[in-house]
C-alpha cells in the first residue's frame, strides 16, 4: 500500500463521516455511539410503515400511537448523558 493510497483512503473516510451522521468520528464516545444507533433505529421504524405496523400489533397499539412513542423515545434514547471528566 502505497502513501497516497492511505491518504485517499483517509480522506474518503473523512468524506463519510462529514456527510453521515452517524459513522462517528475519533472523539465519538460509548454514549453518543448509542444514542446514533438507536435514534436511526427509531427513525427507521418510524418511517417503514410496515415495521410500525408490526410493533402496533405486537403491543396492541394504534400505529399512531406507536409512531408517536418512538417519537418520544428519540428524545433521550439512552437516558441522560454520563458525567464528564474534565482533566
Known sequence: MQASDRF???SQ??????????????DLNRFEWAVN?????????IGH???????????????????????QKMLLPCGLPPER???
Request: charged residues 25%; hydrophobic residues 35%; without cysteine.
Open 37 to 45: 444507533i438507536q435514534r436511526d433505529s427509531y427513525a427507521s421504524y
Open 49 to 71: 410503515y410496515p415495521m410500525l405496523g408490526y410493533f402496533a400489533v405486537a403491543e396492541n397499539e394504534s400505529i399512531g400511537r406507536e409512531r408517536y412513542n418512538f417519537m
Open 13 to 26: 473516510l473523512e468524506h463519510l463521516q462529514a456527510k453521515y451522521v452517524g459513522t462517528g468520528h475519533a
Open 8 to 10: 485517499n483512503i483517509n
Open 85 to 87: 471528566e474534565d482533566d
